[in-house]
């Protein structure tokens, strides 16, 4: 929608305070950490560091960093899902094309889809943004766990205590 009027003084920051119950920004200054306990365990050289754990929406958005070859999981989301490869390469068994650095990806709702990560990469980063759950499923899409914000929050929590940060470390990226 086009303005009615110019703004006259574009500079000038916006002069009301925020709704009081309007939630914090976050601002991460180095999302990819030098600190290697900002990077939270998922599996066997499978890391992943939150960004944005948002409680209220069921949603979180992170970085998934790897650092093996092979079959990462197998998995579905009832929601959408966009990943931005930062690092290496990645594709999914039930797909033909590749994540490459550069590479967006979104994942519609429902699909299942089984990450592969591929001999000669020694590193892969992936930023996610993560809408509900993420299930983990068998071949025949028989449910074997699952993933939401909650969980993530959990792993955080039990990371950052057993690394010295403590686990309210956590709280800067809970919305």
Known sequence: MPLEHADENPRIPYQYPNPPDALAEIVIPKAIPEDDRLWVPQA?????????????????????????????????????????????????????????????????PGETHTLVVPEGVEEMITYFQVNGIMYYVDPWGRPLGYEDVFTKIDMCRRHFADVGLGADFADQFIR
Do not use: I, T
């Open 44 to 108: 066997d050289n499978v890391w992943f560091r939150p960004l944005c754990l948002n409680r209220s929406q069921g949603y979180w958005m992170n970085l998934l960093k790897v650092r093996k070859a092979g079959v990462l999981s197998r998995h579905r989301h009832p929601q959408s899902v966009h990943g931005f490869v930062l690092k290496g390469r990645w594709h999914y068994l039930e797909h033909d094309w590749m994540a490459e650095e550069g590479s967006y990806v979104f994942e519609p």
